[in-house]
């Protein structure tokens, strides 16, 4: 590990401003791990209300704290004008930025106060100043449309009456010797934290004159046995002040002791000063309902399901008139899912990203007729914001990491606003990629991709290094990612081929049905023509060479190649992936999954969970297995990857167990991913360069 690390820090010496490394030939020195760690993210770009300048969070390694640090950059979109420039540059971590009405101004969450608090800083200069000094953290906000009034998320005791009272209840936790917890009902756990009893409320809080949030905000939310957001990864795009600032909209699922099996998110409507309780908008939908959006004449838009219980299913875009009071699907007959909603400042127009054929393109949607034209096509559109007649938004591809650019509304050319890694990728070559489909399970078509190996040369062949992603309804798309990195595995010399098998999105609603309660099935089928598909097509790929490689649902897959396509690989890595699927059910948080996907609990349909439970044929596992975990990780619980190492070393299957007792599902510290890449490289390294194949003999 040491080694590891001390040549992480020997990159970051020898990068140089204005360059990097070279090769000796010329060519860009490769990408690697250390590059990638070092990267520069951007993300919440948000325009200010004249469209002239946007503000945007960039998050930069603090290699000696092993963390990320976030900052505020701003940037005038004048033509020719000056590079992005800081706004806000302390130890703390600042991000969220929004502006106030008028533009002068911008909110943002900063921890420089030792808890995370709203601030504001005046763009004509000065300091920032704080806008709300709470004994509790605040979550999420927004600033209303009149910039009178702040919606904020705190994590409260419901039965609290203020905000001390759950201040102090915590503080006296704290202190108590005895560290026992007891439970009456699910969740007990989520994610990667244990419950403790709060829940994430939402408050309205009036601002002073001189920029201070009231002391009392109001809970809008109380009473609610919910979390709005909703946790793990709800933001403030699950609530909206209405254009007039009198009422708030939000997203909740009020489930009591089914939540952990329950999707049925409503949204509610409620007065900003608490006077009347909140009114179920969605009561009629069993299924999801999420991200309100407000139309500037009134009009409510959000994204819904129809199916209760099935997390992956179509998000549609539903709107209700503000006159009449009538609700209907803006997009029901459109087969794509919409993954995040927004709208113009002028009403005029909704905006939506979508997963699409391996791309993930932005749509503007016409409100009256539905109708969407596609503004940006390829790469991944990760966010965006509206303002004045244009559009700028995050997007990255399998070449590189999100940067902003800009459109016009109507569409025209792209215009590119930030290069923020240029200093570092200048100096490296990063590989080539490209798209190809083939003819999968009952011969549909199935789209993958490939990335060629670092320093590619016609006439030699090339290990491959076959990554399945997870989800299973995700997409290994034309993305990036920090996690499962293209570039960094075609870094270390080996072709990537990665299939968008059965399950995938992105290809209409009946592919992505089709995996459920068909685990093993016709994504093994979609993998195995898969790889046949691109060695037919692609010769210089060495078939001989190969190894798998995947996590989550990639790594249950990993688990099911050992025992129904043993022969086929070299070696096989599984992050975080599904040994034995009965304890499983009874050891994740989110039931709703395997009950949707297996048929049910699974006490009612055993058989379901038998028929992809990779634990049963065991005995006919003998391909050398990389095994990977994190403690923290409580969707697909640690003892699963231990199980799996334990059916290896047991077996006497070459393998090896790598375990981070700080990580959850991710592998999110600096320092760790270092290590998690360079053991996985490794790994592959070791049988597919250093050494011939040489079969285990269980």
């Not at 600042?94 to 969450?109: A, I, K, N, V």
């Amino acid at each position: 590990m040491s080694r590891h690390l001390a040549s992480w820090l020997l990159v970051c010496a020898l990068i140089a401003p204005g360059g990097g490394a070279r090769a000796a030939d010329g060519r860009g020195a490769r990408f690697t791990v250390e590059d990638l760690v070092l990267l520069k993210r951007i993300s919440d770009p948000h325009l200010s209300p004249d469209g002239r300048q946007v503000a945007f969070v960039q998050r930069e390694t603090d290699m000696d704290a092993n963390k990320g640090r976030t900052s505020l950059w701003l940037l005038d979109l004048t033509p020719g004008t000056a590079q992005p420039r800081r706004l806000t540059d302390v130890k703390a971590n600042d991000s969220s930025p929004r502006w106030s009405p008028d533009g002068r101004t911008l909110y943002f969450m900063s921890t420089r106060s030792g808890s995370s608090q709203v601030w504001r800083l005046a763009l004509a200069g000065g300091d920032a100043q704080r806008v709300t000094d709470y004994p509790l953290e605040v979550g999420a906000f927004k600033v209303s449309a009149r910039g009178d009034l702040l919606a904020l998320s705190m994590e409260v005791f419901p039965d609290c009456p203020t905000l001390a009272c759950t201040r102090e209840r915590l503080d006296a936790r704290s202190k108590d010797k005895a560290t026992g917890r007891t439970y009456e009902r699910l969740f007990i756990r989520h994610w990667d934290s244990w419950s403790n009893g709060t829940r994430s409320h939402l408050f309205s809080a009036p601002q002073s004159a001189g920029g201070a949030a009231s002391a009392t905000p109001v809970d809008v939310s109380k009473g609610f046995d919910a979390d709005i957001p909703g946790k793990p990864f709800g933001g403030d795009e699950d609530f909206a002040f209405s254009p007039d600032g009198r009422s708030l909209v939000f997203s909740a699922r009020i489930a009591g002791h089914t939540e952990p099996w329950s999707t049925n998110f409503d949204l509610f409507q409620t007065p900003v000063d608490g006077s009347a309780a909140p009114v179920n908008l969605t009561a009629g939908n069993p299924a999801w309902d999420a991200q309100p959006v407000f139309l500037a004449n009134g009009d409510l838009a959000w994204l819904a399901q129809e199916r209760p219980g099935f997390e992956s299913d179509r998000f549609h875009i539903v709107l209700k008139d503000a006159r009449t009071g009538a609700v209907r699907s803006l997009t029901g007959g459109w087969d794509r899912t919409v993954q995040r909603l927004g709208a113009t400042p002028d009403g005029k127009a909704l905006l939506a990203s979508v997963d699409e054929l391996g791309q993930a393109p932005l749509y503007r949607i016409d409100p009256k007729s539905g109708a969407p034209v596609r503004l940006v096509a390829g790469g991944a559109v990760a966010e965006f914001s509206a303002a004045r007649g244009r559009v700028v938004f995050a997007r990255a591809d399998l070449g590189g990491p999100d940067d902003l650019y800009v459109i016009g509304l109507r569409g025209g050319p792209v215009r590119r606003l930030t290069d923020v890694n240029h200093e570092l990728l200048a100096g490296r070559r990063t590989s080539d990629f490209e798209q190809f489909s083939f003819k999968g399970w009952n011969d549909e078509t199935v789209y993958g991709y490939l990335v060629k190996p670092y320093g590619f040369e016609p006439g030699r062949r090339y290990p491959i290094a076959f990554v399945v992603h997870g989800g299973p309804q995700v997409s290994f798309g034309n993305l990036w990612t920090y996690r499962w990195n293209a570039q960094a595995f075609a870094g270390g010399g080996y072709a990537v081929v990665m299939i968008d098998f059965h399950g995938s999105p992105g290809y209409g609603q009946a592919f992505t049905d089709s995996i459920s309660r068909d685990w093993g099935g016709k994504p093994l089928i979609d993998l195995q023509k898969g790889l046949a598909a691109a060695l037919e097509k692609y010769p210089w790929l060495d078939g001989e060479r190969v190894c798998a490689l995947g996590a989550s649902y990639g790594g249950f897959m990993m688990n099911w190649i050992e025992g129904h396509w043993p022969d086929r690989f070299r070696c096989i890595v599984n992050h975080d992936g599904v040994f034995e699927q009965r304890m499983m059910y009874y050891a994740t948080e989110e039931l709703w999954f395997p009950e949707w996907e297996l048929g049910g609990p699974q006490y009612e349909n055993p058989q379901g969970y038998e028929a992809a439970n990779p634990v049963t044929l065991v005995s006919k596992w003998r391909t050398p297995m990389l095994v990977i975990h994190g403690e923290q990780d409580f969707r697909i619980p640690y003892p699963q990857g231990i199980g799996t190492f334990t059916a290896l070393q047991r077996r006497g299957i070459e393998s090896k167990l790598l375990i981070f007792p700080d990580e959850n599902h991710w592998v999110l510290k600096p320092a760790n991913s270092v290590l998690w890449y360079h053991t996985v490289l490794e790994w592959l390294d070791t049988h597919l360069k250093d050494s011939p194949h040489q079969p285990s003999t269980p």
